[in-house]
């Protein structure tokens, strides 16, 4: 099955620093890689996906970029605010069956002031 | 549009009683999906329903858990008897028909203790 990798497990930043987080993935099958924001009491929310016929994809101050010949992908947070701090996941879809996906163990972000 | 709903949101009960999670997906989403998220295993899929029928459910643990989607706006995660090892934060997440059919939608989860 898919393993999913998430680095670092907790990345604290200055607040208007960028924040960067990366994610590694086995099955070269996969072709879809949502990112979700976890905050405190609430459930995962999606911010933003890209899928495997796309490089880079762009949204405001959120973007994610996909290497598939290195089976790695990233999560760029640009201009951080306090409201960006959460937990943040990376996951891939199965390549075989493609409703399930494999989370990465998370990422604890804390913009300070 | 509300969302998914999920009750209750917290839920706490004795070893041996059973518990029963309850899951409002969005409308119009025909899959209907259940995650437990603990500190250890982080996210988990238990199972997964596409059309009201249970398409995969490699991921419930053990018999002690069982799932039924009735029909497309309900679905209920059972646990029986509860152990102490059941603590989890347990999410129930559609997924829209049509374009950007990957996407999942997370409700606000059930938090449940077993004493």
């Known amino acids: 099955g898919e393993n999913v990798e998430q680095h670092p497990s907790t990345l604290s930043v200055q607040e208007g620093d960028s924040a960067v987080i990366k994610c590694t993935y086995s099955?070269?099958?996969?072709?879809?890689f949502p990112w979700y924001k976890q905050e405190l009491g609430k459930g995962p929310q999606l911010i933003i996906d890209?899928?495997?016929?796309?490089g880079e994809k762009k949204d405001q101050r959120i973007a994610v970029t996909l290497n598939k010949t290195a089976k790695h992908f990233s999560l760029h947070i640009t201009e951080t605010q306090p409201e960006d701090s959460a937990v943040y996941f990376c996951?891939?879809?199965?390549?075989?069956?493609?409703?399930?996906?494999?989370f990465g163990a998370g990422t604890t972000v804390t913009v300070r002031a | 549009d509300a969302g998914v709903i999920q009750s209750p949101r917290h839920e706490v009960t004795e070893m041996g009683q059973e518990v029963t999670l309850r899951c409002k997906p969005i409308?119009?989403?025909?899959?209907l999906f259940w995650y437990r998220q603990t500190m250890m295993r982080g996210l988990e899929l238990l199972i997964y329903f596409n059309n009201n029928v249970p398409i995969d459910d490699s991921g419930m643990p053990e018999d002690r858990f069982s799932a039924k989607m009735p029909n497309a706006s309900f679905s209920t995660l059972k646990i029986q008897p509860s152990e102490p090892r059941d603590s989890a934060v347990y999410f129930c997440?559609?997924?829209?028909?049509?374009?950007?059919?990957?996407?999942?939608?997370f409700g606000p989860g059930t938090r449940l203790l077993v004493l």
């Open positions: 997440a559609s997924r829209p028909t049509g374009g950007g059919w990957e996407t999942q939608y």
């Open positions: 996951a891939a879809s199965d390549g075989t069956n493609d409703y399930k996906l494999s």
């Open positions: 099955d070269s099958a996969s072709n879809y």
């Open positions: 409308s119009g989403h025909n899959s």
């Open positions: 890209i899928r495997s016929n796309v």
